[in-house]
DNA sequence: CATTAACCTGAACAAAAGCTCGGAAACACT
DNA sequence: AGTGTTTCCGAGCTTTTGTTCAGGTTAATG
């Protein structure tokens, strides 16, 4: 089993919040800058002094907002995760609510996930790769389990839409199969798989299916 | 566009091969330390004196055949990914061997994977959330690589096997599916999914599929 | 206006980590 | 045994980086 030590939730937070305007704007400055550094140049160049000049502020006003480095990242990701679940979930929502037409459905979610995906790209390729903490940051586990659960009762509501041995099963592995299919597209971009291809075939695949 | 410079091939290599068998014995050492840290401690853990200590070696001897950190893990990570490559491709040679009986097929070439992924569970998990230079070892691309040429070749000789649209595209996809279905289970063991269920449902899937 | 609280500054400290290098020991070969 | 090559050693150099702190500035408060 691997043994390194998980990080406490606390070190990942803010320590204080601004209370002025100004503070405001200097604690959304290192946030911003924290997850621009890291989408352009990697984990290992994301250091305080670089985030704090980045972002056009003192060291110091830097650790008065943040504990130290993992939470100024983790802030970032937490924000726009908490962006990328409420527009994912939303299309699923409106996805699983067009019944009558499951092909406009399915394309219409697949669309929305990857355009969240793709505007988020450059930051969410590093993280899931390079970021040791990254599913220590409980909005990261948020995604999934919401998807899962509007999934599950979509298909508890509609009760033709899987026909498996195991429902909940057979839902569970579709959707992470289908996010993980866009995921890898969107963000790794394979040399043989426009997104029109997969998009595609994938529909056809879970037409086939449901 | 993300920026970071890629590594450079010659950084993840060894920089001179052990000649006398003593020496050889201090190489694999070394290698195998550095998975061994990896594995169990984090990316971060990896020092290069920590390796050493951990190979039973000086740093001057580390140095003496690796370059850098890097190339320390990328070799140990290259060597165990040629091990995962020939299991897994084996299987799949075998399962599409098995044309007449899919079931079979298809089940044995998943408990293979998911076994060759859990021997190296604590390795590979590691490697694929925090390595930075990861994809940047030919060997980690090799795989996906081989697979699919298989896949690919399996369906145009039993032309029975995909009848999609676009029958490259979905075999393409059928098996970046699978295997991230299995990649995920095995390596990050969700709550509500045993490697039985999995694996029933994933043949079902397939079976419907093909 | 006076006082307190919030905010900001940046030089400097301490710890850590990658890597070098001069020299000794083990080995191969004649 | 002698000679050159390979291997090994580890103290220490250099650089980097996370973080602190003492003091100054700005804003709120009464």
């Given at each position: 089993?691997?043994?390194?030590?998980?990080?406490?939730?606390?070190?990942l937070q803010a320590?204080?919040?601004p209370r002025?305007?100004?503070?405001?704007?200097?604690f959304?400055?290192?946030?911003?800058?924290?997850?621009q550094?890291?989408?352009?140049?990697?984990?290992?160049?994301?250091?305080t002094?670089?985030v704090?000049e980045?972002?056009?502020?003192?060291i110091g006003s830097?650790?008065?907002?943040f504990p130290?480095?993992?939470?100024i990242?983790?802030?970032g990701?937490?924000r726009v995760m908490?962006?990328?679940?409420?527009?994912?979930?939303?299309?699923?929502?409106?996805?699983?609510?067009?019944e009558g037409?499951?092909?406009?459905?399915?394309?219409?979610?697949?669309?929305?996930?990857?355009?969240?995906l793709e505007?988020?790209g450059?930051?969410?390729r590093?993280?899931?790769?390079?970021?040791?903490f990254?599913?220590?940051?409980?909005?990261m586990?948020?995604?999934?389990?919401?998807?899962?659960?509007?999934?599950?009762?979509?298909?508890?509501?509609?009760?033709?839409?899987?026909?498996?041995?195991?429902?909940e099963?057979s839902?569970?592995?579709?959707m992470?199969?289908?996010?993980?299919?866009i995921?890898q597209?969107?963000?790794?971009?394979?040399a043989?798989?426009?997104?029109?291809?997969?998009?595609?075939?994938?529909?056809?695949m879970?037409?086939?299916?449901?």
């Open positions: 089993m691997s043994t390194h030590s998980r990080i406490q939730a606390a070190e320590k204080k919040a002025q305007v100004r503070a405001k704007a200097t959304d400055a290192i946030i911003e800058a924290g997850a550094v890291l989408a352009a140049e990697g984990y290992a160049a994301v250091t002094n670089r704090a980045v972002a056009g502020v003192s830097l650790y008065e907002y130290n480095k993992q939470s990242i983790a802030s990701l937490a908490r962006e990328v679940t409420a527009e994912v979930s939303a299309s699923l929502r409106e996805a699983v609510a067009l037409q499951p092909r406009a459905g399915i394309d219409y979610w697949m669309r929305a996930m990857a355009a969240a505007r988020r450059d930051l969410l590093v993280a899931l790769r390079e970021v040791p990254l599913w220590d940051i409980p909005e586990r948020d995604l999934s389990d919401t998807l899962q659960h509007i999934a599950q009762e979509g298909r508890r509501k509609s009760q033709r839409v899987v026909h498996f041995d195991d429902p099963a839902t569970y592995l579709l992470t199969m289908v996010w993980s299919a995921l597209t969107v963000l790794y971009r394979p043989h798989l426009s997104r029109e291809r997969l998009t595609q075939t994938l529909v056809e879970l037409l086939k299916l449901l």
